[in-house]
């Protein structure tokens, strides 16, 4: 079994007494990449320099180079925010810091789906050419000159997918010389006048035009019979990629049949090899497409619907605990262990008592874990999300991340917060065994999101019928810091079930809520409640008020739905786990 790399950095490890590593993203031709949670500003991406990559004047170019991007902001552009070093083992490592934008590039989507939906591809193309307007538009014109599928991310932040430029590695203005030489760019993407070291707007037009080209079609517009792997000959490669581009351009419409022929003729002159034929700049691409997409949308509106949000924070209101009949020691634990830190945050932090981060009830389905959740959140006053698996379910790969970082971030804007995740086994499953790469992404980014997050004033309240399956990382001290099983109602809870669901209904003299509370061993919440219902349905049939033998009758007709050996089960991983 082959060894796994170690990078420069590890989980944890701080740089500058700014930057926390999370942990590894990959590593590229020009150093390693890193997700790092910045002091101040959130999630970040840190790309750490190959010394042996660079002579010191080409790394103080590219310093210059980030620290004039660090000047700019424009929402299609991953922000730089700076260009520094660090030293570890008594070495210096030069490092640029980068926004993180959860989500893909458009190679990634392409592997998967092999052509994009035309409205989507032309809605990224828009977002592509709205930042390289903005670069052509400083004062300082910047040229890209590495666009392709890999350095155009898709961000999944929003409703709608945003497209936004990234690494800007190779990238120059008018007025200086290029930093690295023509053998560090990606060949296929050049326009012709680029072999020749001449660099124009139009350029980044050219290379912009074959990646809608392929998002389109999922192929390159010329067909290459050259191994370009591992050659450094600059000179035959440049050669061997102009005798292909001899060969005429196939029309998008014959790989992608749903391509509409106005966009066959605003690809082909983007990618013209004549520069006098070809957009001059961004904008003029731009407008082209706009139109086109404008007059496509109007026809559809009327069939096209926004999916309003899920999840919305809401100022919880009502009776809190006074709803929860019995379950008294629940409520003390709850009370004392939870809301009073929560409450009272300064005066525990002033005695250094740790303040919950979350917590974690399991036990029998219809227990009432969800209704318990929602009336802490009222007794507690604080602000409540709930979600569920499907809540997060998305057909992306890193969709779910992207939903999961909303989900807090809606939570932080709105803190106090408290999330409440149900069915916690179906989201954050063990990740030892044949757990698929993608749910062990989403299952990390949200420990990562979870881990102390109640210094943004969030809590925590995860709920599971299968504590056995969730990943063990979750029950650690600084996520669920409770463990809490809520096991059938005791006698005394059931009797107060009974006279709550009892409540307001036409009853005769002859109930007897202790009779009935010992009839009802192992019936869960939700047992009681549909035994009362079924009552209520029987008696009102008879046109006469609920009495004692019309509820006993019910309760032979339905056994508990929790059979004894099922309750055993949770009590063994009870005293095996030493939870409360």
């Keep these: 079994m082959m060894a796994k790399k170690k990078g420069i950095l590890q989980k944890g490890d701080i740089v500058n007494n700014t930057y926390e590593v999370q942990f590894f993203i990959g590593e590229g031709a020009f150093g390693e990449v890193y997700r790092v949670k910045h002091k101040y500003l959130g999630l970040q991406v840190l790309k750490i320099l190959k010394n042996e990559s660079f002579e010191a004047k080409q790394i103080q170019n590219l310093i210059n180079e980030a620290n004039l991007l660090s000047k700019l902001s424009h929402p299609n552009i991953v922000r730089v925010f700076e260009a520094n070093e660090f030293i570890k083992n008594e070495q210096v490592f030069y490092f640029i810091s980068m926004a993180f934008v959860s989500g893909e590039t458009i190679a990634q989507r392409l592997y998967r789906i092999k052509q994009l939906e035309i409205k989507e591809a032309i809605s990224i193309q828009l977002d592509l050419l709205k930042g390289l307007n903005y670069l052509h538009e400083q004062e300082n014109i910047i040229i890209h000159r590495d666009i392709n599928l890999d350095n155009v991310l898709l961000s999944y932040a929003d409703k709608k997918i945003v497209g936004m430029l990234s690494d800007f590695g190779l990238a120059k203005t008018l007025n200086n010389d290029s930093f690295f030489s023509n053998s560090a760019g990606r060949y296929l993407y050049f326009a012709p006048e680029c072999f020749w070291d001449s660099y124009f707007p139009s350029s980044d037009v050219f290379s912009a035009g074959i990646v809608l080209y392929q998002m389109i079609t999922g192929k390159h517009p010329w067909e290459y019979n050259f191994d370009f792997t591992d050659n450094p000959n600059f000179e035959e490669i440049s050669t061997a990629i102009i005798k292909s581009r001899k060969k005429k351009v196939l029309k998008p419409s014959k790989s992608n049949t749903n391509c509409p022929s106005f966009l066959d003729n605003i690809i082909l002159k983007s990618i013209d090899l004549d520069l006098e034929n070809r957009f001059n700049n961004a904008i003029e691409f731009y407008d082209a497409l706009n139109i086109e997409l404008k007059k496509s949308t109007q026809k559809t509106s009327s069939k096209t619907q926004n999916v309003s949000e899920q999840n919305t924070s809401k100022k919880t209101k009502g009776n809190g605990f006074a709803d929860i009949a019995g379950m008294n020691e629940l409520k003390e634990i709850l009370y ?84 409440f995740i149900d069915e916690l086994d179906a989201i954050l499953p063990n990740r030892e065994g044949n757990l698929s790469h993608s749910y062990a992404s989403e299952v990390n980014e949200f420990l990562a999101q979870m881990t102390e997050c109640h210094e943004d004033s969030i809590f925590i309240i995860a709920a599971t019928n299968r504590p056995e399956k969730i990943d063990p990382a979750i029950l650690r001290t600084g996520r669920l810091d409770k463990i809490i099983y809520l096991p059938p109602p005791d006698f005394e809870a059931r009797f107060e079930m009974f006279k709550l669901h009892l409540k307001n209904r ?54 508990p739905s929790i059979s004894i050996n099922q309750i055993k089960k949770y009590e063994i991983f009870k005293n095996n786990r030493n939870f409360v």
Aim: hydrophobic share 35%; with cysteine.
């Design 506 to 559: 036409p009853l005769s003299d002859s109930i007897n809520y202790k009779e009935l509370s010992i009839r009802t061993e192992n019936y869960v919440s939700s047992d009681i409640n549909f035994l009362v219902n079924e009552a209520a349905r029987n008696s009102l049939k008879q046109r006469v008020k609920i009495n004692q033998d019309i509820i006993l009758e019910a309760i032979t007709n339905f056994p």
């Design 336 to 419: 004392h262990d939870i809301i009073l830190p929560l409450k009272d945050s300064e005066l525990y932090e002033e005695y250094r008592v740790s303040i919950p981060n979350g917590m974690l009830l399991y036990g029998p389905p219809g227990c009432g874990k969800t209704f318990i959740s929602r009336k802490f959140a009222e007794e507690i006053e604080f602000n409540f999300i709930e979600i569920k698996p499907s809540d997060l379910a998305s057909i992306y790969v890193h969709g779910t991340q992207e939903k999961i970082g909303k989900v807090f971030d809606e939570a932080r804007e709105n803190a106090p917060t408290i999330i």
